[in-house]
């Protein structure tokens, strides 16, 4: 099997690293046992070549948004950037527009710019950049706006890592958090990223209640997936689940390898890898000649 889709992919080419838009430090590069030989970057064609040996056929690129600008620490990816790659490589690559809370009206306009204009297929949050939780409510004109504009938004669920020593982030992800933004906006898409460890049991209980709540399996190796969220995503959780690597932080070779070595169910594994990304993301870009997926645009 080949055709799959990792939902949460970020831009780690040179010039990113270079201008400071990854988020990361040498620290959790070590920590994360980096290969050394790729810590000052991949070039996309490089990370081309790594999505093929994998069997991906697309990313989902991440123009970041991480922390009000004003505060130290705090980094963006510009939509441009992104934009440039996806134009480059209509083909293997998809946007998602960060959100920042704290660009107030601009922010909402310049959403709506990424996905009416630049094609964006989707929004991403990092809740702990901003230090409020995924119910606060400065988040919910962006929910809005996601309805209006009928895109899904992925966050950050779960704890969150020291990033960079310089500015150590509290974990206001609980998986908790999504119930009441379920309640309040029916028709808004929520994906859960990053397995919502250490409270996974919590991310799976969103996602059973909420027709609305989904899953990605991503930032942790899959061999090291919580046992009850493999479970959930090989049974009757198989149609909330979607793979992603958080490239650079998981390399998608391994990642492939090691779902495969979890020995889902084939039509489990089919929904993981591609199937319930095309049904969630309903504007990324069908094969040509092939089928439009109900609900595509």
Not at 152 to 180: A, C, E, F, K, W
Not at 212 to 221: H, I
Request: glycine share 8%; net charge positive.
């Amino acid at each position: 099997m080949s055709g799959y889709i990792d939902i949460v992919c970020n831009l780690f080419d040179p010039k990113a690293v270079r201008d400071g838009q990854t988020g990361i430090d040498e620290e959790f590069k070590e920590q994360v046992r980096m290969d050394p030989k790729m810590r000052k970057g991949v070039t996309v064609a490089q990370y081309i070549k790594k999505m093929d040996r994998a069997g991906i056929e697309r990313s989902l690129l991440i123009a970041v948004r991480a922390g009000d600008l004003k505060i130290k620490g705090s980094f963006e990816l510009p939509y441009e950037r992104v934009h440039e790659v996806c134009e480059k490589h209509p083909d293997r690559f998809s946007g998602l527009a960060g959100v920042d809370p704290f660009r107030g009206m601009q922010g909402l306009r310049d959403l709506e710019y990424a996905v009416k204009e630049l094609g964006f297929v989707g929004a991403h949050l990092y809740p702990h950049w901003f230090e409020l939780p995924p119910d606060h409510a400065k988040y919910y004109p962006y929910y809005a706006k996601c309805c209006e504009l009928d895109i899904p938004i992925m966050m950050q669920i779960g704890h969150n890592l020291v990033y960079s020593r310089q500015r150590r982030l509290p974990s206001v992800g609980r998986p908790i958090t999504l119930d009441r933004v379920a309640i309040d906006f029916p028709e808004l898409k929520l994906i859960g990223i990053h397995v919502g460890v250490p409270w996974t049991d919590e991310a799976i209980s969103m996602a059973w209640k909420h027709e609305n709540v989904y899953l990605a399996g991503d930032a942790y190796a899959p061999k090291h997936w919580p046992a009850a969220f493999v479970h959930y995503a090989n049974t009757y959780g198989s149609h909330k689940v979607m793979f992603g690597t958080d490239w650079p932080v998981i390399d998608p070779e391994r990642a492939v390898k090691e779902v495969d070595a979890l020995q889902f169910r084939e039509a489990s594994k089919r929904r993981l890898m591609r199937d319930n990304a095309l049904d969630v993301f309903t504007r990324i870009p069908r094969r040509r000649g092939g089928r439009k997926r109900r609900g595509s645009a």
